[in-house]
């Protein structure tokens, strides 16, 4: 068998809904050399194409230092190489994620992903996560409209008790993300959206007549729910014109 790296083509804003990273404990202690810590999460993702679920995965490196290198290969596809990449937004964070033109009706490979990090400085590390074959499917979405009695956005889906967190996302025309919730649980199967609901970008405004879309995120953790111990996520989308 040929061995395959896989890159991410070009660097985006990776999908995964970020609870608060630093509440999982790798805050530097006040030395000046705190000791390396590093975490790895690899999570499903799944979405709806042309009717058809379709899957890619996700691999998230963390460290309270700074990365130069990560890569990780999976215990079930020795021939496979991810080589993970900063979103840019810090050095910190690595990941891998599945193109969206890469997406297949394939669940990833199952089974142990090593991260071998090399950190500023040189050191080496290397950390693991377990991916198990649990999934949730992309929710399905009953209601997505626009209120212009209330002058709001109603987003309302179908129960799926697989699901422990959801969370909403709007992109404008440009796919650029203007909203994102806090993460909640499914108690109404229902959400709705003013210009004043907390999540729109700082000193944003939605625009008369314009259409945004709406992404609901369904998110399932491993056994220990926690920011890195996503398993799945999956996601459905539906535009809406923002018409009071």
Not at 22 to 33: F, K, M, S
Not at 196 to 216: I, M, R
Request: overall charge negative; aromatic content about 10%.
């Amino acid at each position: 068998n040929s061995s395959h790296i896989f890159k991410m083509k070009n660097m985006k804003l990776v999908t995964k809904f970020i609870l608060g990273i630093l509440a999982i404990g790798l805050i530097a202690c006040e030395n000046d050399e705190p000791a390396t810590q590093a975490l790895g999460d690899a999570f499903i993702l799944a979405k709806t194409v042309n009717q058809e679920t379709v899957y890619g995965i996700v691999l998230h490196a963390y460290s309270n230092k700074s990365f130069t290198k990560v890569s990780a290969t999976s215990s079930e596809d020795a021939d496979a190489t991810y080589e993970l990449t900063s979103s840019g937004a810090s050095s910190n964070e690595f990941f891998y994620e599945t193109e969206a033109d890469d997406y297949t009706a394939t669940v990833p490979q199952t089974g142990t992903y090593t991260f071998n990090a090399t950190i500023v400085g040189n050191e080496a590390i290397a950390f693991s996560d377990n991916l198990t074959d649990k999934l949730v499917a992309p929710p399905t979405i009953e209601e997505c409209i626009y209120d212009d009695t209330d002058e709001r956005i109603e987003l309302e889906w179908t129960e799926d008790s697989e699901v422990d967190i959801y969370n909403v996302r709007i992109y404008d025309d440009a796919n650029k993300m203007v909203f994102s919730s806090p993460g909640f649980d499914d108690e109404d199967q229902r959400v709705n959206i003013t210009a004043s609901t907390n999540g729109w970008l700082s000193n944003f405004t939605p625009t008369d007549n314009k259409t945004y879309t709406v992404e609901l995120n369904a998110y399932k953790y491993e056994a220990v729910k926690a920011d890195m111990n996503l398993q799945c996520k999956a996601t459905s989308k539906q535009n809406v014109v923002w018409n009071p």
